[in-house]
């Protein structure tokens, strides 16, 4: 499923920690500019205007002579909402550094009237005319500016006017957040990106960091010829499909050195019988001080010169089975008449099948009379069965050759009337040198090299088949070999005689 994807982990993390990382910054934000709310329950200039200017009106009430600028300072230096008291002695203090959008100095470093920043309300709720806080505006007054753009309330003491406080209705400027909140967001920022990449490094790396580890250790021991090494197998990501790829990968490679070593003592048992033999009887014959007849000498010859043959078709039948297995050689693949491949066999066999008193019978289906393949390789296959159907039939028994439609294939099978495969032998019977443990400990039934089966099912994959091996229901042991029909390139074409054979 894609959420057990490594890749889409990985993003959806980085995208979690940037949401973290963004939600950490705004509540902190919010956190260092929370004295505004305490102070603004309702955001509006004017009551905060109104607020500020109450509570001066109390300091200067108390204490008349009181350091303005000091107290405003220490007070309000919190409060991120610029504003500026104008007191009508001259003074202009602000709580921020430098005054808000609008309100600034007159000409000549001479503060502005208070007139020009803002229309105090009339005293006693009267309307204000135009009458500014100290007489009527002359044009002069009004040429000097327009008025600021904020919200003023004046400043009362002993019931007179001493000065207004003007909050600008544009809040505070990026230059000021910038200035207040940037080295600590920048520093916060800072630590939460390494704190951050730190967990993020630790939830969604290292895990398949040691996984990957793991894996490169289980390919470097595997490597190094440790067949039986295997990779972990957990989760359902990138990282598994890999480790089961190479795990199979290993298993394949386990079993085949299995088969390896395998071979190579099979293949050294099979040599080793034949060689001791000819070794036996050539020292025999080389003795002097032994003294052996004529009739003995042609014998102990005779022995020799059949384990020698022994031996050659033992190696040749490798040299095959080495070749085909590895896809040396061409086949040669042509229509093959089907009644002339049995022919073929039974021509081969028979004087064995005449010396066992074996009837040997070929049956061919109507439209199963030609096969596509190499007519050598095909015949080689025929005879390895007829051999080891000869091999396990007793005396006045039955071969049956057949061949049959199945489809667009042919299925040629070889039925015998011996005791048939046990069971836990049939998957086994097309290995190498692997022999029916009958044939192995019965002196009535010649063992074989335990090759020619193994060549049958080489022939067949390199023709694209496939070689099976059942039990009859009335005894003895049916082999079939599935082949390509008739290409229908060639549905009547004439193939002269010595081309088919």
């Known amino acids: 499923m894609w959420y057990r994807s490594l890749y889409w982990r990985i993003g959806f993390g980085f995208v979690a920690l940037l949401a973290i990382l963004l939600l950490?910054?705004?509540?902190?934000?919010?956190?260092?500019?929370?004295?505004?709310?305490?102070?603004?329950?309702?955001?509006?200039?004017?009551?905060?205007?109104?607020?500020?200017a109450s509570d001066l009106s109390e300091a200067l009430t108390r204490n008349p002579k009181l350091a303005l600028e000091t107290y405003v300072r220490e007070q309000f230096a919190h409060v991120y909402m610029p504003f500026v008291v104008l007191m009508d002695d001259g003074r202009v203090v602000s709580n921020r550094e430098g005054p808000p959008p609008g309100v600034g100095r007159g000409g000549r470093g001479r503060p502005r009237p208070p007139g020009r920043f803002a229309q105090p309300p009339a005293p006693d709720g009267q309307r204000p005319d135009a009458r500014g806080p100290q007489g009527p505006r002359t044009e002069g007054q009004r040429a000097e500016g327009p008025r600021a753009p904020g919200e003023s309330a004046p400043i009362m003491v002993a019931g007179k006017r001493v000065g207004i406080v003007v909050v600008s209705t544009r809040g505070p400027q990026l230059p000021v957040l910038m200035r207040e909140f940037g080295p600590t967001l920048a520093l916060v920022g800072v630590v939460l990106l390494i704190v951050g990449t730190t967990v993020g490094s630790l939830v969604i790396f290292r895990p398949a960091r040691q996984r990957m580890r793991k894996l490169e250790d289980a390919a470097a021991a595997l490597g190094a010829g440790r067949t039986s090494v295997r990779a972990p197998e957990r989760g359902e990501d990138e990282v598994t499909a890999l480790a089961r790829a190479f795990n199979r990968m290993a298993a394949a490679l386990e079993a085949s050195d299995a088969a390896r070593r395998r071979l190579l003592a099979d293949v050294s048992h099979e040599l080793k019988t034949p060689l001791t033999a000819i070794r036996g009887f050539v020292e025999t014959l080389t003795m002097e001080e032994m003294s052996l007849d004529d009739e003995t000498r042609r014998r102990y010859l005779r022995i020799v010169d059949e384990e020698a043959q022994k031996l050659e078709a033992i190696v040749g039948d490798l040299l095959d089975l080495a070749r085909l297995e590895g896809g040396g050689g061409t086949l040669e693949s042509q229509p093959v008449p089907v009644e002339r491949l049995f022919m073929r066999v039974a021509d081969r066999h028979e004087r064995a099948l005449g010396q066992k008193n074996v009837t040997l019978e070929t049956h061919v289906a109507p439209g199963a009379g030609e096969v596509w393949g190499d007519p050598g390789r095909l015949e080689q296959a025929l005879q390895n069965l007829a051999a080891n159907a000869l091999r396990h039939t007793p005396e006045g028994g039955r071969i049956v050759f057949r061949s049959e439609r199945d489809g667009t294939r042919i299925r040629l099978s070889v039925q015998d009337t011996g005791p048939g495969i046990p069971p836990e032998d049939l998957a086994r019977v097309f290995d190498r040198f692997y022999k029916v443990e009958a044939a192995r400990t019965s002196g009535e039934v010649e063992a074989g090299s335990g090759l020619g089966l193994s060549i049958v099912k080489a022939i067949l994959e390199r023709h694209g088949g496939s070689a099976t091996a059942r039990n009859a229901p009335g005894g003895g042991a049916v082999f079939e070999l599935l082949l390509p029909g008739p290409q229908p390139a060639c549905v009547g074409k004439t193939v002269s005689e010595d081309s088919r054979v």
């Open 24 to 52: 950490v910054q705004a509540l902190l934000f919010l956190y260092l500019t929370g004295p505004i709310d305490g102070l603004l329950p309702i955001r509006s200039p004017g009551r905060f205007a109104t607020v500020i």
